[in-house]
């Protein structure tokens, strides 16, 4: 894969873990104020502008998505890397994050299936090629 595109992914998968979590964060705030929909639509709508962690979480998922179609057009890029590498990279991180930072519990169980994943998310990133 090429250094821009591989890059271009990585950061990709940070937006995308950034933005779950800053939606989890402002919605904490929205659920004590009564849910997102209990004022309808219009209110949902000014309720996501009107909190700072959901506009930047917002932001980092239209980035993420920016970033993310970069990378995937490279041709040295297969799809069947690129996507389990979004999806296991950003599980692993946002459940450290969780459990870190936010004070999710995770059990024992819990922390040998993140570390599997995270083990699986290293191999299939070392086995892919560079590009001739």
């Known amino acids: ?12 998968l940070v937006l995308n873990a950034a933005a779950n979590i800053l939606m989890k964060m402002g919605m904490t705030k929205v659920h004590d104020a009564g ?3 209990s004022k309808g639509i219009a ?12 506009v930047i979480g917002l932001t980092c998922f ?8 970069f990378a995937l057009q490279s041709k ?20 450290t994050v969780g459990y870190f930072a ?3 519990q995770l059990n024992t ?3 040998i299936g993140v570390a599997l994943i995270l083990t699986g998310v290293i191999a299939v990133a070392s086995q892919t090629a560079a590009p001739a």
Request: no cysteine.
């Open 62 to 69: 239209a980035l993420n998505a920016g970033f993310y179609m």
């Open 109 to 111: 169980v819990q922390k």
């Open 76 to 95: 040295a890029l297969k799809i069947s890397v690129a996507y389990p590498l979004m999806v296991g990279g950003g599980y692993a991180i946002i459940a």
């Open 102 to 104: 936010l004070g999710e």
């Open 43 to 54: 209110g949902a709508v000014a309720t996501v502008l009107s909190a700072p962690a959901l």
């Open 1 to 12: 894969m090429q250094s821009i595109h591989g890059l271009a992914l990585i950061t990709a």
């Open 35 to 37: 849910g997102l929909f």
